[in-house]
């Protein structure tokens, strides 16, 4: 148990949780941060994969109070969410702010979400304002339907309103409500690496928790975009390693299954397979990899086999 007891107010035990693959110096970062003079948490929580011992053992020259967990296996994105959850419950959280390794440390976000949550009863999660200057409209005001490109975006900031509701979100920045995982809702692990959160704000949604954008808040977010140009005029397209293009298609897939999810995100999975393929042939490199890539994650998806695939 976490020998730091600091309540937010009357907001109960508030704890951080930081997931950690091989980005040492970006966690350490954010643990300076958290036990700065300005943030204290009731607990701060790490979850790495494959870790090289580095952090456990400046948190031990620092003597700060976190729980460290380090596992032999790449827990991919949906296990270390999950790992967090349950760590947070363990160490008797009210609620836990979730970060990743890129993520940026803000008392006032944190602060801001927990009072959008006090505003309405039997709420699940929080999430923060998105903002990426890397794209034509930068502003991301919440998902609102259980699709893949259900973000609402826009060219200037939303007006301030705390109580937006939302279907999912990232957990990059996310505030969750440690009471869904006590009464028994669990993140899909078998997921790995993608659409995780969205899976979670489902089952959130299923069973009747509430999920709000608090617009006081933003996380600035550090997804990878790259500008290139095509007929003229300046695109931004992702800009990751060739193995994602499997987890997007492949994960999207189970979730359809898993929840059968209405025509439309069918139809919506086909509308991505389709500019997956074409972005690809006209725009990015590693064509024939990227391509057996997407479609063996559709054929893995449609059969229902989750879990790590032999990459990353």
Not at 269 to 277: D, P
């Amino acid at each position: 148990m976490i020998g730091i007891i600091v309540e937010f107010g009357n907001f109960g035990r508030v704890g951080l949780a930081v997931s950690c693959h091989r980005s040492n110096t970006m966690v350490l970062s954010i643990l300076e941060k958290a036990f700065s003079e300005q943030i204290k948490f009731a607990a701060v929580i790490v979850v790495d994969s494959q870790g090289d011992e580095s952090i456990r053992s400046e948190i031990r020259k620092r003597e700060w109070p976190v729980v460290y967990h380090n596992s032999e296996e790449n827990l991919g994105a949906a296990g270390n969410h999950a790992k967090r959850l349950e760590l947070a419950a363990l160490n008797e959280l009210d609620w836990c702010y979730f970060l990743n390794h890129d993520g940026h440390l803000d008392f006032h976000n944190v602060k801001s979400m927990l009072i959008t949550a006090s505003m309405r009863t039997k709420v699940g999660a929080v999430y923060p304002l998105l903002y990426n200057g890397t794209r034509a409209m930068p502003w991301e005001d919440g998902r609102r339907s259980f699709l893949p490109s259900a973000g609402r975006l826009s060219s200037t900031r939303p007006p301030h309103n705390s109580q937006v509701e939302v279907m999912w979100g990232s957990s990059n920045g996310a505030l969750y409500n440690l009471a869904p995982y006590r009464d028994g809702v669990r993140i899909w692990t078998d997921v790995w690496h993608g659409y995780e959160d969205l899976g979670y704000g489902a089952l959130l949604h299923d069973r009747g928790w509430v999920q709000l954008v608090c617009r006081d808040a933003v996380l600035r977010d550090a997804y990878d975009y790259k500008k290139v140009r095509f007929l003229g005029k300046t695109l931004n397209i992702t800009d990751k390693p060739a193995w994602y293009a499997y987890y997007g298609i492949r994960n999207l897939m189970l979730l359809r299954r898993r929840r059968l999810f209405r025509a439309r995100f069918t139809l919506l999975i086909v509308q991505k397979m389709l500019r997956e393929t074409a972005i690809t042939l006209l725009l990015r490199g590693e064509k024939r990899r990227r391509l057996q890539f997407l479609y063996l994650g559709f054929v893995h998806g449609l059969t229902g086999k989750g879990g790590k695939w032999r990459l990353p």
